[in-house]
């Protein structure tokens, strides 16, 4: 009885968040609309990075290389052979999955900080190879892309306010992150998610119940590289411009602040990362014009001090006192299951 009544309110809950996200937009302004929109995309990116760090364990400094890809592929097509925004996505993912997936083979012979420098020197190369003469006919070089922002395909007006481009995209970016956090819930939460996470806390023991190492952690960057790609295609869309100049190699580092600052290992804490990503530079230099990066560096130690676990963390903490039950056993599930449960071969 007390399962199928936690199961209701449950159920309660998300459809009053559904009718809340939906009425969000038609309350701000378009600004404002546009900042969730990125908020939403960051958090992709964000959950792409979080799946090769806080679940398999390999640490990337390079993400924002797999961003950019997405997002030329996404712009070039559109730009070029006139492809509907919304088909760009799954050729921005199959990409950005094959150069994933080849970079996961140095993965095999790299780790920790090595395999962070090696990652970064992507990061600090395909900003460069977007501006070569040789490919600047599709690419735009160092002017970028220019795009058209899609245009709602019918209108009508929630509070007197339209369905303008930014708040259609964001029911499209909204019915896009739902689904990618959809495919991570449950591919995470599964066995594959087990046997990451045992790769990540215990390679030999990993490797002797079964999992195939080398195969695991190449498809797992494959698979974070797409989850990025797709996040930059949506950000071409949004934005309606691309340059080599907006993928720098702050870029990546930004993204594994917001992995850092939601938590690792934690599918929603992809949100928060986002959020902070998106909001916490703004707020900065509204306090300080002069000095906004030392702001934000304030910020960020505080977090770190006050949150070590990241916001998700944090949140699990206080769930676990509220239940009264271990706090070690709700932070991490996966972990919890990736010990108690097999994760490679076959299964009787």
Same mark, same amino acid.
């Given at each position: 009885?007390n399962?199928?009544?936690?199961?209701k309110?449950?159920w309660?809950g998300?459809?009053v968040l559904?009718?809340?996200l939906c009425v969000l937009?038609?309350? =701000?302004?378009?600004?404002r609309v546009?900042q969730f929109n990125? +908020?939403?995309?960051?958090?992709i990116?964000v959950?792409?990075?979080?799946?090769?760090?806080? *679940?398999n364990g390999?640490?990337s400094l390079g993400h924002?290389?797999f961003?950019?890809?997405?997002?030329y592929?996404a712009?070039?097509?559109m730009?070029?052979?006139g492809?509907?925004?919304?088909a760009t996505?799954p050729f921005a993912?199959?990409?950005?999955f094959v +150069?994933?997936?080849?970079?996961?083979f #140095?993965?095999l012979r790299?780790?920790?900080?090595?395999?962070?420098l090696?990652?970064?020197?992507?990061?600090?190369?395909?900003?460069q190879?977007l501006?070569?003469k040789?490919?600047?006919?599709?690419t735009?070089?160092?002017?970028g892309?220019v795009?058209n922002k899609p245009e709602? #395909?019918?209108e009508?007006?929630?509070?007197?306010?339209?369905l303008?481009?930014?708040?259609?995209?964001?029911?499209?970016i909204?019915l896009v992150t739902?689904?990618?956090f959809l495919?991570a819930?449950?591919?995470l939460?599964g066995r594959?998610g087990r046997?990451?996470v045992?790769i990540?806390?215990?390679?030999?023991?990993?490797?002797a119940m079964g999992?195939?190492?080398?195969?695991?952690?190449?498809?797992?960057?494959?698979?974070?590289?797409a989850?990025?790609g797709?996040?930059?295609?949506?950000?071409?869309?949004? =934005?309606? *411009?691309?340059?080599?100049?907006?993928?720098?190699?702050f870029l990546s580092i930004?993204?594994?602040?917001?992995?850092v600052?939601?938590?690792?290992?934690s599918i929603?804490?992809?949100i928060a990362?986002a959020? *902070?990503?998106?909001?916490v #530079?703004n707020?900065?230099?509204?306090i300080?014009k002069?000095?906004?990066?030392?702001?934000?560096?304030?910020?960020l130690?505080?977090l770190?001090?006050?949150?070590?676990t990241? =916001?998700?963390?944090?949140i699990s903490?206080?769930?676990s006192?509220l239940?009264g039950?271990p706090?070690?056993?709700?932070a991490?599930?996966?972990?919890?299951?990736?010990?108690?449960? #097999?994760v490679?071969?076959s299964q009787s």
């Amino acid at each position: 009885m007390n399962e199928n009544t936690n199961n209701k309110w449950a159920w309660i809950g998300a459809a009053v968040l559904l009718v809340a996200l939906c009425v969000l937009p038609f309350l =701000v302004k378009n600004f404002r609309v546009f900042q969730f929109n990125m +908020v939403m995309i960051y958090a992709i990116a964000v959950l792409g990075l979080n799946i090769l760090t806080g *679940f398999n364990g390999q640490i990337s400094l390079g993400h924002g290389a797999f961003y950019a890809i997405g997002a030329y592929v996404a712009a070039i097509l559109m730009d070029k052979a006139g492809v509907p925004y919304w088909a760009t996505l799954p050729f921005a993912a199959v990409v950005c999955f094959v +150069v994933g997936y080849l970079m996961g083979f #140095p993965a095999l012979r790299l780790g920790g900080h090595y395999l962070a420098l090696a990652t970064f020197a992507l990061a600090l190369a395909i900003p460069q190879m977007l501006k070569y003469k040789g490919i600047e006919a599709w690419t735009g070089g160092v002017q970028g892309i220019v795009l058209n922002k899609p245009e709602a #395909p019918f209108e009508f007006s929630v509070l007197g306010q339209p369905l303008s481009a930014d708040r259609w995209l964001y029911f499209y970016i909204l019915l896009v992150t739902a689904i990618m956090f959809l495919i991570a819930w449950r591919l995470l939460r599964g066995r594959v998610g087990r046997a990451l996470v045992a790769i990540r806390d215990h390679p030999i023991a990993a490797s002797a119940m079964g999992v195939n190492l080398p195969v695991y952690k190449s498809l797992t960057f494959g698979v974070s590289a797409a989850f990025t790609g797709v996040a930059g295609a949506l950000s071409a869309t949004a =934005v309606a *411009f691309v340059s080599p100049d907006s993928f720098t190699s702050f870029l990546s580092i930004t993204f594994l602040v917001g992995v850092v600052v939601g938590g690792l290992a934690s599918i929603p804490g992809a949100i928060a990362g986002a959020i *902070f990503i998106q909001f916490v #530079p703004n707020i900065a230099d509204e306090i300080s014009k002069s000095a906004p990066w030392a702001i934000y560096g304030i910020f960020l130690i505080l977090l770190m001090y006050l949150m070590p676990t990241g =916001v998700a963390g944090l949140i699990s903490k206080i769930f676990s006192r509220l239940r009264g039950s271990p706090a070690a056993a709700s932070a991490n599930p996966s972990v919890v299951s990736a010990v108690s449960q #097999p994760v490679g071969g076959s299964q009787s």
